[in-house]
């Protein structure tokens, strides 16, 4: 309840409740006068006319023995302590930490003291964002513009399909954002179980492990079993037209929706904590998620997961709250609770309508008869129940004791305890409070007047109950909160009297005598009066009953305006949208009528099949994290240390010293052993060989699989270039694809994926590994193509292709493999991603509007800017000196997914490398620098890896190449933009090999022989050859080969001079059948 500690004198003064006669004015006494009359009365007390030290003393002893023993003897005599507050931090960098806040504050209650919840590192952060950013677009010098082509997408994630009172709240807020221009889609999380799963459905799943339309069969079986579980929150959300898709609740279960198809992500609930198994592996760390916490299940197991040792658990949910970039609780109490994992990201959007929609079920669901039997409640007791605010409640007896002497005048109204009409029951909500403190409030109760019974404390556990089947509900808090109680929403929403006091963010949502009443803050006497009126003949007068009434119909969308347009605002700040993106409408901007009001109407059908029970909400997710960590211990149980230092406590030191001594002198002994033994040494010649051998062999250890025996046999392969373990389960697994990651991290265990970053050290840079995206496996790849790719033909696919349903079927990997063997179109490009179905281009806008539109306006100009460079002429500065792109009906090639002879690819690359190179020079100055170019709206790792998705386009338009589209599902082709029709069209000339081959060793010239020392991309990209290097080269194995020989002859000369000594003598054994001398010996000379 509110703090009155030192309040009770100004009550007195204001509103006594024992007023005495009115006194006159006096003069005030001299301050002699008032020492001698002091002095007399301590004279009569003792009996004596003067006082020394002595008696002094003994008096001040025996006042001090008499306080002691009355405190001692004082029934339920205890020293209560305010509880503190541990508030989440709201400073940079103060961690998870924060100041401690009493519980109820001191006597700065009774004067409006504010506990405030400020987010500041959130506020602070997007200031910060803003500045800098209209700071660095300042600075670039090129206007950049906003070229909408379609709707900002939200994907809202929940963790169930019950009807509740999120579900209501986000249904409401997606109506109205609907209405501001988003465009979003529903995911559900829920369990998988074996009575769900088909046995045919668990034999595809596994079989798609090993056949090469893995993914394919995987997004069937999602799209089959999880719609079973369908419910009708489903139909809600299709209502107002938002689509739902089912996620498994699994998390080794593979989830296959590509987040980065969605500008933010909304998640409800920790329930739908599985989803964050995805969003904490790239390529979806970057995406903005807003996750909205409303359980307090997890915060009240803090605790207890501290003590058990359960370390692991509590990290895990760290690490989930910090990826969210804003965590959103729907009051101010929740993130208190919540401190523990608090990183900077809090936010509170007050209100929801949890408190009304428990209302409904409680009146439904309740006997209220059964209720008040178990609180200590007659049928026809008036019941009050007193309640504050969870900053306030605490043990404060004096609070306490003024509240129930302003209710004590009600008394009058009831007859004595021993009759059997209705009686005054008062219950007063605390928190958790001492046996002593309950019998020192039952003499507090006694001493106001309260029969013993009448007045009693209420836990936590009966709070629900109590404000179900109380009569009249007294707010007894005096502090001035940031939003509207919402104890005070669930009470009107209970159709019960509300009388609290007249606080500022109170006075905003009531009405004085219209839904509610309210007394004076500073004047707590008047709740008296306020009492009796509403208080007829022992019931509640027919005024109050009225003011209930008008109340429940107040509360049933209290705070539906502040919350739909928090949420609004949160958007606006919270997520940035890219340059495609049509902006949606401002917070401000939001038709009251849209915000005013929940979406009721669509639950009425429903509401029946809400739980009651709001307190086991996220407790699902917790078991099946505790159990996992159990499994986990049973399995690899930890060491105690009390285990370990009776183990080494047993063992016989001696013992072991001598084991050890010995263990010594046997490995002495073999190292001798095998020095004396010979051993083989070969020539150096041989030695080299072995080396080469296993350098030339050690790539290939790991390659001999199956597939790689029949991808060796194949005329193609399709690489897939990917980053991050999110993307795994849109990758192939069959002989036809393989993998090629852009990172040594991340890449899939047991696979034989390339790992690019060792092909092209480029790609250990952060900054080129983002900027160039598949590009950087591009180059990858023809960076000595012959040692990893030994197919005629070579292809890529998206893994966002396989994300949207539009990778190659079994018939166009057909259909496509027999073109190549037949030459159907000889050297062609193929492809099977269409920009006029792209989500980017809802207008169907032609080549370069659409290249403009993702690219913030300034794709024309980048690209001619980048043509100037490397060309090294000089085009005219309007924009129509660009090579000509047709808009003749026929399409373009988007998302990296086509197939090309592997002699184009590596022309293509030529290209690309001095294209990219001369982006490079145009934007690595300002981009490196502060994380923004004139190619996008805000902060972007990939400025120019938009132009690199659409440039083999202009590649292979302008190369003279026959472009064929590939229907993804049935394998039909199409060849677009014939090639009879170019003519006139074409920049031949700037795109044919010999120009490029030109101007790629004019590069590698420049670099072998200057050697510039300038900051230079394209050596970077792959091979620098040209043809002195070659003679170069040629020349210096020539030399090489001439010094062998040379060695080789000197050699063998030397041999041939080398001196050579006489034989002084030969040793000749004697016959066995000699007996002459033992000293006799013969010499033959030679």
């Not at 969210?324 to 609770?337: G, K, Q, R, S």
């Not at 193609?716 to 694809?737: A, D, N, R, V």
């Amino acid at each position: 309840m509110g703090s009155l500690e030192n309040g009770a004198a100004a009550a007195a003064a204001v509103g006594s409740y024992k007023r005495g006669p009115s006194l006159l004015p006096l003069r005030a006494p001299s301050a002699g006068a008032r020492r001698a009359r002091a002095r007399s009365r301590l004279k009569r007390l003792l009996l004596v006319e003067k006082v020394d030290y002595l008696q002094w003393i003994v008096t001040a002893a025996a006042f001090f023995f008499v306080a002691i023993v009355f405190v001692a003897f004082l029934p339920g005599s205890v020293v209560v302590e305010r509880p503190t507050l541990l508030l989440p931090s709201r400073r940079p960098g103060g961690g998870g930490g924060g100041s401690l806040l009493p519980l109820g504050g001191g006597s700065e209650a009774v004067g409006g003291a504010v506990v405030a919840f400020e987010p500041t590192r959130l506020k602070e952060k997007w200031a910060r964002e803003r500045r800098e950013e209209a700071e660095s677009l300042a600075k670039l010098g090129t206007p950049v513009r906003r070229v909408g082509t379609r709707k900002p997408r939200l994907a809202m994630v929940f963790g169930d399909l019950s009807p509740g009172a999120m579900q209501l709240q986000m249904v409401s807020v997606a109506s109205v954002l609907e209405a501001m221009g988003y465009e979003m889609k529903c995911f559900f999380c829920l369990r998988v179980r074996s009575a769900d799963l088909l046995p045919s459905a668990i034999v595809i799943l596994l079989a798609a492990r090993f056949r090469k339309d893995a993914c394919d069969t995987a997004l069937l079986l999602v799209s089959l079993v999880f719609t079973f579980e369908d419910g009708p929150c489903g139909n809600i959300w299709r209502t107002i037209g938002v689509p739902v898709s089912i996620l498994p609740e699994d998390s080794s279960l593979p989830s296959f929706v590509d987040w980065l198809d969605y500008d933010g992500i909304l998640v409800n609930s920790i329930e739908a904590r599985p989803v964050f198994s995805s969003l904490l592996h790239e390529p979806f760390k970057s995406i903005p998620v807003i996750w909205t916490v409303h359980e307090c299940s997890l915060a009240r197991r803090i605790a207890e997961y501290n003590s058990s040792g359960m370390v692991q658990i509590i990290d895990a949910w760290k690490e989930v709250f910090s990826r969210a970039n804003v965590i959103v609780f729907p009051n101010y109490i929740l993130p208190v609770m919540y401190a523990a994992f608090d990183s900077g990201n809090y936010f509170v959007i007050p209100g929801s309508p949890a408190e009304a929609f428990q209302a409904d079920g409680f009146i439904a669901k309740s006997s209220h008869q059964d209720v008040r039997i178990s609180l200590g409640v007659g049928p026809n007791d008036f019941l009050i129940a007193i309640v504050g605010s969870p900053f306030s409640y605490g043990a404060n007896l004096m609070e306490e004791a003024l509240f129930l002497q302003a209710v004590s005048p009600l008394l009058q109204q009831y007859p004595s305890v021993n009759s059997t009409q209705s009686e005054l029951k008062v219950r007063m909500f605390t928190g958790n409070v001492t046996e002593k403190y309950r019998m020192a409030f039952e003499a507090v109760a006694l001493n106001a007047g309260f029969p013993r019974g009448a007045v009693e404390l209420i836990t936590a556990e009966d709070e629900d109950k109590l404000l179900g089947v109380a009569d009249l509900v007294i707010y007894g808090s005096f502090l001035e909160e940031q939003s509207f109680p919402s104890v005070l929403v669930q009470v009107m929403s209970l159709e019960k009297l509300v009388i609290a006091p007249d606080l500022r963010i109170i006075r905003e949502h009531i009405d004085d005598g219209v839904n509610g009443l309210l007394f004076p803050r500073k004047n707590i006497g008047i709740l008296s009066q306020v009492l009796v009126r509403s208080v007829s003949n022992g019931n509640l007068s027919i005024s109050g009953r009225k003011i209930a009434s008008a109340g429940k119909a107040h509360a049933k969308n209290l705070m539906a305006s502040e919350t739909i347009e928090g949420y609004a605002l949160l958007m606006e700040n919270a997520i940035k949208f890219p340059a495609d993106v049509l902006s949606p409408l401002s917070a401000g901007d939001i038709p009251l009528a849209l915000k005013q009001e929940w979406k009721w109407h669509l639950f009425e059908d429903v509401k029946h099949l809400y739980r009651m029970n709001e307190s086991l909400a996220g407790s699902k997710i917790l078991q099946k994290l505790e159990e996992e960590w159990h499994s986990k211990q049973m399995e690899h149980p930890p060491v105690s240390t009390s285990k370990i230092d009776e183990a080494f406590s047993a063992i016989a030191w001696e013992e072991q010293r001598a084991n050890e001594i010995l263990e010594a002198k046997r490995k002495m002994e073999e190292e001798e052993f095998k020095d004396r033994n010979d051993q083989p040494h070969g020539t150096w010649e041989e030695v080299y060989r072995n080396v080469k051998r296993v350098e030339r062999l050690k790539n290939e250890l790991h390659e001999r699989d199956d597939r790689e025996l029949e991808r060796t046999g194949q005329p193609l392969c399709i690489y897939e270039p990917f980053f991050g373990e999110g993307t795994w389960p849109f990758l192939h697994q069959s002989s036809l694809y393989r993998g090629i990651g852009l990172s040594s991290k991340g890449r899939r265990p047991g696979a034989d994926d390339i790992d690019a970053s060792s092909r092209l050290p480029l790609l250990n840079n952060v900054y080129y590994r983002d900027i160039l995206g598949e590009f950087g496996a591009f180059f990858a790849l023809a960076n000595r193509i012959d040692r990893i790719h030994k197919n005629s033909w070579i292809g890529f696919q998206s893994w966002r292709a396989t994300a949207r349903k539009a990778n190659l079927s079994n018939n166009a990997e057909s259909a496509i493999l027999e073109a190549i063997e037949s030459q159907k179109y000889g050297d062609a490009f193929y492809f099977w991603a269409r920009m006029d179905q792209d989500p980017r281009n809802h207008a169907n806008k032609d080549f370069w509007s659409f290249c403009d539109a993702i690219n913030a306006g300034n794709c024309r100009l980048a690209v001619l800017e980048a043509f100037q460079k490397m060309y090294g002429v000089k085009f005219d500065h309007e924009l129509n000196s660009l090579p000509h792109m047709p808009n003749d009906g026929d399409t373009w090639s988007v998302m990296q997914s086509w197939v090309l002879p592997t002699r184009s690819f590596l022309e293509f690359v030529m290209f690309s490398r001095m294209f990219v190179d001369a982006l490079d020079a145009q934007m690595y100055g300002k981009h490196h620098l502060t994380g923004h170019c004139i190619l996008s709206l805000h902060k972007d790792r990939h400025c120019y890896s938009r132009i690199l998705e659409l440039i083999v386009n202009v590649w292979a338009f302008h190369s003279a190449r026959r472009m064929v589209y590939v229907n993804p599902e049935t394998g039909a082709m199409e060849e677009q933009h014939q090639l009879s029709d170019r003519r006139g069209q074409m920049s031949v000339q700037w795109f044919s090999y010999a120009t490029l081959k030109s101007m790629d060793e004019d590069l590698a010239e420049e670099f072998d022989s200057d050697n510039p020392d300038r900051r230079w991309l394209w050596p970077q990209t792959g091979e620098v050859f040209w043809q002195g290097l070659y003679e170069r080269e040629r020349n210096m194995r020539q030399q090489e080969k001439e010094r062998r020989k040379q060695q080789s002859r000197d050699k063998i000369l030397r041999i041939k001079k080398r001196a050579r000594q006489k034989t002084i003598g030969k040793y000749i054994k004697p016959p066995p059948d000699d007996t002459g001398g033992l000293n006799h010996t013969r010499t033959v000379d030679d």
